[in-house]
């Protein structure tokens, strides 16, 4: 018993020096320990980066990789052929980050998970997954200093620590637009994400014109992001939009000279 309490409270004194050391750089926080894995979302440098609270996961990270919670809700997509006739999907069935096979998996789907249908884009049906992940990130962006000591089976046995603050959701909480993620040192997001929100005009008369047209307002109708819709194909007019709650999917780039964000978007529906 005291053997194993010694091991717990070295396990725990490895994670608590590791949450003190904040990252040095911007650092994707990834599906798998890979660097060729898909990336989530990103933690900003300064961040002070926890490790995950179930030290099972801790105990099959590889060398050089922290483990870390990542709060849902999420959404995600998955194939047409994966749902079935009751509208539930397929345990088993994978769930991508955007809707096409080479967009990366962001997980599989367990039975017991909660998932409800939010739309159809084609051939891929739109999920919103309300789960906890595990996500990685490459410790290079930690102070060097810093050595994670390994977990044992006896270790993985013991209960979690205290729960951790969550890392950055990539999804949108009901009525709100998604929060993004960090857009980092190169100013984009760079991956498109899911965005909601009410959809709106930034003209206003007799004032100077804004650098884009629309924007996407939040709930108080205080104005979120501007819209570029430079790249978007519509068959209905714009004006059937005006002052709806809408789901954009894009990606996130700040204005240059400005705090200011725009959105590029690639599709844009009714909520």
């Known amino acids: 018993m005291k053997t194993k309490l010694a091991l717990f409270a070295t396990w725990l004194a490895a994670t608590a020096s590791l949450a003190a050391a904040p990252l040095t750089a911007t650092t ?6 890979d660097d060729a894995a ?3 979302s990103y933690l900003k440098a300064g961040t002070e980066p926890m490790p995950a609270a179930a030290p099972a996961a801790l105990a099959n990270t590889p060398a050089g990789w922290m483990a870390v919670d990542l709060a849902g809700p ?6 047409n052929k994966e749902i079935g006739k009751g509208l539930d999907v397929r345990v088993g069935a994978s769930l991508y980050l955007q809707p096409k096979l080479d967009s990366g998996v962001l997980t599989t789907m367990e039975k017991g998970d909660k998932v409800e249908i939010t739309g159809l884009r084609g051939k891929w049906t739109q999920v919103h997954l309300d789960k906890k ?7 290079t962006g ?4 810093i050595v ?4 044992t089976d006896t270790q993985a046995a013991a209960p979690a620590p205290v729960p951790l603050a969550p890392t950055t959701s990539i999804a949108a909480s009901p009525g709100q637009p998604a929060p993004m993620v960090s857009l980092g040192d190169s100013g984009s997001s760079s991956l498109p994400r899911l965005f909601q929100g009410k959809f709106a005009s930034s003209k206003r008369p007799f004032a100077p014109r804004r650098p884009y047209d629309y ?3 939040d709930d108080a109708g205080v104005r979120y992001a501007y819209l570029d819709l430079s790249k ?3 068959t209905d007019a714009i004006e059937n939009y005006l002052d709806r709650v809408v789901v954009v999917y894009g990606t996130a780039k700040n204005v240059p000279g400005t705090k200011d964000i725009v959105i590029e978007i690639e599709s844009l529906q009714l909520k």
């Open 232 to 234: 978007l194909l519509l």
């Open 38 to 40: 898909p990336v989530v």
């Open 74 to 79: 999420f959404e995600a997509y998955v194939e």
């Open 133 to 139: 992940l595990i996500g990685y990130i490459r410790l």
């Open 148 to 151: 994670v000591a390994p977990v």
């Open 28 to 33: 994707a926080v990834q599906t798998r320990p």
């Open 142 to 145: 930690v102070a060097s200093n």
């Open 215 to 217: 924007q996407i307002n």
